[in-house]
């Protein structure tokens, strides 16, 4: 009997999740949810100012507090050597500041106490010192001759540059620009956002002296990463090193990187022989962890006058803050910035960038996007409207024109990206019917006649996801590949094992749904568990939207080898010889005799009970997938608004979003990533800024401050789908998280300016407050750069 | 020197810096020894070991703390806990029976309303409130209802779905009672 797929949740079926039975009742089992026996806390005293020089520290007000077991300085780690760290981009970040304090939240300062509330007394009672620094919060003021040098604790830094790098062709790049009629021009700043998943980050520490085992607990994207990091850097052996990474309150990027918390409980829990937690309070999180963009933009395109893109030049300076920590590949210093007009056929391209150091928190994660794929998208799609515009053409048509056509795959991107497929056509019709664009137009003009201000936005573009392949995709030299394992029990149910780590992705449910695909094994019948470094198998961990790209292919590939290994009990139990038998979901069978089979459940049983002569019992494995490409998801976000002229307030009236992101295995689980992303782009493009004044404060500091949307700011959002297999995954599937966050964000920006055209508006940076609309509105000039840069022109 | 959670206990005390409170959590009475200045939510979370209560922002915006007092939504990360006092508190733990999930919990599974369930505790909590105030709320008025309660995960939509469908589900529940009332 043939097994109907979508019954046994296999892929292409909406499963409802398995992780919700416990998130529905509260039985999430979250990092603050953890308590140990005899369980110490501690909490971290932060710099009040960006930049200072530290003269002393009075520690000890803080140890007579009652119920304070440890106070732990700069000083303290230094004589440890674990007063600085290495950042996963190849420099250094202090743990507690010994010298200076470079960032308004710095840590320079820890106490362990009995509870939370004493540990937060005893912070308080620290007296430090500060002498004043100037700080510099801008790219501007950090390569200004005579700024002050913030890294001045590396010997060979002498001003605050951290890198200069350029990719693509220069000199075709100038020969486009000489052959072209029109050259479009455009310069933005993309703002620094952060994160911000609703739970914190934080750690559990518990050293046992008597094994000499480090466990770690602790809020963590990419556990491996961290145990290997914790070798090094704490000098233990990597086997006596065990993290954990539990339920994880959203990640978004926020939870890659290593902070010094987490560095410092270890050490506590290692003094005091105890179980050390450190939860980070919002401001904590919001002022000191990864956060993401920040990156001035400028670039050029050169044009003909029909529309067709000849070149592209693009420049970069980005502000990394104190300490170059992105979490990034290695070989690309500005992550895949230059993954920009990859949807386009453009011939000639050339980027430079310059990324520097300021008085501000470091990060530079990738805040649910590829290492600034979100910039590159945003500005792509901001450059094509601004060319559109300047050319008079219809911005729908311009894309038309210089899309990568569907039979013109494999193609090599304007950055040497190789693209492998897509019908991008397709989806800029499907949105375009769906948001009514003819009529919109027509609509548009009407209301003009009555002041009303109507515009639409259209950001197309197709993005790398799921680093990597290990040619060219490394962390600390740790090749990005991802893995799976599978044990199928005695009686057919199964285990897997993935070196991923769910924040809200639902792994538990897919995973058992590609296992379902490959073998017919009932999802149900399927537990997965990811997340403990002491069972899971080496993998890089969940972001750059490459779960689906890297380890669910390893999850195909685990449950392939163990279909082989099947086949042959099989052929043994039918006694007919390998080569006979078909493979239909969940059976094998003779193949002259298509009644006579076997099931992958009796096959599971003969592998503990009646193995072939000279065949190992058991049947489990492993796979290490490492892609031969990154997979290239499409996404088209249409939306429309209305722009209050008295108050620059704009209202979004619809949003179109048509994704193409290969095979999908859960559409329930895919909408909601979708959706999930466009509401981080409406939040981006309309409210979301970290702010810093001229001292360096940081004025996003918590959620009165940093402004999220809420359901009732938040639009809806209307789905449409392509499908366009990727060529190279296993089962077809692209990476999907993140497309919305990248794609979305232009498409609002643009129909703000495209209310706004008659005005000569060419850029509002975002985000896009109603005071800044209102003063282009008003005004009629652009409304540039961050504040305290923010200047009219 | 004790920690501020060890000292729920049900022993009298002649601390001077203890309160004694008596707090109904999901219809257990709780007495308990708490420092004055002891949160509601961590009275919940650590003193009372109901760990589906979170605090996500300590300031009360995020609403993931989000509890039932007397039957109103009240972020419990900026309240005493001396403040529940003779009050009734309901928590996520309060909405399930042992075989059977609430009918909030159950469309929030089955519309996909949460992601990575940080924020569900405190959503269906007011979620429910709502619901017992107005058992035919539009989507506006379930927008409204939710703009204390942040999520970054589903972008809402999915949010506002599970609580309509919720709705329908405890009007339909409602009138199947009320029919086999009238039969028996």
Known sequence: MTIDEIKIGGLGASRSRVEDNRFVRGKGNYIDDISLPGMLHMEILRSPLAHARIKSIDASAAWAIPGVRLVLTGELMASRNLAWMPTLSYDTQAVLATDKVRFQGQEVACVVADDPYIAKDACEAIIVDYEPLAAIVNPTQAMADGAPIIRDDKENQHDNVIFDWEIGDKDGTDRAFADADVVSELELHYPRSHPSPIETCGSIADFDRSTSKLTLYMTSQAPHIIRAAVAMVAELPEHMIRVVSPDLGGGFGNKVPIYPGYVVSILASILLERPVKWIEDKTGNLISTGFGRDIYLRGQLALRKDGKILGVRMHADSDHGAFFSDAQPSKFKIGLLHSAFACYDIPAAHLTARGVYTNKAPGGVAYRCSFRVTEAMFFQERMVQAAADDLGIDQAEIRRLNFVRDDDFPHRTPFGFLTDSGQYRKCLDIGLEAIGYEDFLKEKQEAKKNGRLLGIGISTMTEPLGAGNSREYDILGIKMFDSAELRVHMTGKAILRTGAKSQGQGHETTWAQIVAHELGIPAEDIVVEEGDTDTAPFGMGTYASRSTPVAGAAVSMVSRKIRAKARKIAAHLLEVSEEDIDWELGRFFVRSSPDTGVTIQECAMAAYSNVPDGMEPGLENNAYYDPPNLTWPFGCYITTVEVDPETGVWDVLKVVAVDDCGVRINPMIVEGQIMGGLAEAYAISSMQMITFDEQGNCVGSNYMDYLLPTAWETPGFELHEVVTPCPHHPIGAKGVGECATVGGPAAFVNAVLDALKDTGVRNIDMPLLPDRVYEALTEHHDVSGAPPLRTGS | ?184
């Open chain 2, 1 to 184: 020197m004790t920690s501020l959670f060890t000292k729920v206990s049900p022993e009298p005390t002649t601390d001077a810096g203890v309160r004694r409170i008596t707090v109904s959590i999901n219809g257990n009475q709780h007495t308990v020894d708490v420092e004055p200045r002891l949160l509601l939510a961590h009275l919940i979370r650590q003193g009372l070991d109901l760990t589906g209560t979170h605090t996500g922002c300590d300031t009360t915006h995020c609403g993931a703390c989000t509890v039932l007092f007397d039957g109103t939504p009240v972020k419990s990360c900026t309240m005493f806990a001396v403040q529940a006092e003779g009050h009734e508190i309901t928590t996520v733990e309060g909405l399930a029976t042992a075989s059977e999930l609430h009918p909030i919990q159950e469309s929030f599974k089955d519309e996909h309303g949460l992601q990575c369930g940080f924020c569900t505790p405190g959503m269906m909590l007011t979620a429910k409130a709502l619901l017992d105030e107005n058992p035919d709320p539009t989507e506006d008025e379930v927008r409204w209802a939710l703009s204390g309660n942040l999520c970054r995960c589903t972008g809402y939509q999915n949010i506002v779905k599970s609580v309509l469908a919720a709705a329908a589900r405890l009007r339909s529940q409602g009138a199947t009672d009320e029919e086999e009332g009238e039969t028996s």
